[in-house]
């Protein structure tokens, strides 16, 4: 299955996640392309909408994702990753505390000083597709230890390797469409252009408006549901 564009993606994920509608929802987008999915998904699940931001620890001129940071001080290391490269865990910390400075003002440029509350919520935490796991590792733990009453989290996409790992960070993981060979998100999407701060902004201004009739969804193939 490949997806027209993170929109596309988003409906047909948010098709498996209408179960969660109507109870205590908060729906998360990991930026970038994520908040995009999650717009949707809020939308169809008539659920507040924010973004959340997390981002790759990579080697320069290796392609190995070493794991990543998020926001609200988490890091996730792949030890595998690391042993792989031989590459000590100091210096994988280092090149960690470069990435989360640049976490803390993609924070600033998207929502301000406010955070999210998430505390006796279900958060659905959604992302535009998974290959590693790292993003999604990082933000889970961090969102944890706020406490929701669940945590899940939802892909269009994801390779079985990186849906196993964050399975044990979630109460439930929900993927449309599994890919064992996928290497990069880019590869399920027709449409995968970048998505700049202005447009994500005004994705999370829409989100507040008001919400407009459109056809209703309906709930009907769990497939690709991760216990």
Do not use: K, N
Not at 64 to 85: H, K, P, W
Not at 100 to 116: C, I, N, W, Y
Not at 131 to 143: F, I, K
């Amino acid at each position: 299955m490949r997806f027209r564009d993170r929109a596309d993606a988003g409906r047909r994920l948010a098709a498996r996640l209408l179960p969660y509608r109507g109870g205590e929802v908060r729906v998360l987008g990991l930026a970038r392309g994520g908040l995009r999915v999650a717009y949707e998904v809020a939308h169809a699940l008539e659920a507040p909408l924010d973004v959340w931001v997390s981002r790759r620890i990579d080697v320069p001129g290796r392609m190995t994702v070493l794991g990543a940071v998020s926001e609200g001080g988490g890091i996730y290391l792949d030890q595998d990753a690391l042993r792989g490269l031989g590459l000590p865990e100091v210096e994988a910390r280092s090149l960690a505390r470069a990435e989360a400075s640049e976490v803390d003002s993609q924070v600033q440029r998207l929502r301000g000083t406010s955070e999210p509350t998430m505390g006796g919520f279900t958060v659905l935490l959604v992302d535009d597709g998974l290959v590693s796991g790292a993003t999604a590792m990082a933000a889970l733990q961090v969102l944890r230890r706020q406490h929701p009453a669940r945590l899940v989290l939802g892909v269009p996409v994801g390779t079985p390797h990186g849906l196993a790992r964050v399975r044990p960070e979630a109460d439930a993981v929900h993927c449309v469409e599994v890919l064992p060979a996928m290497r990069d998100v880019s590869e399920a999407y027709d449409d995968y252009r970048p998505l700049p701060d202005v447009e994500l902004r005004q994705l999370l201004v829409r989100a507040r408006e008001p919400l407009q009739p459109r056809e209703v969804l309906e709930s009907t193939d769990l497939g690709g549901f991760w216990m």
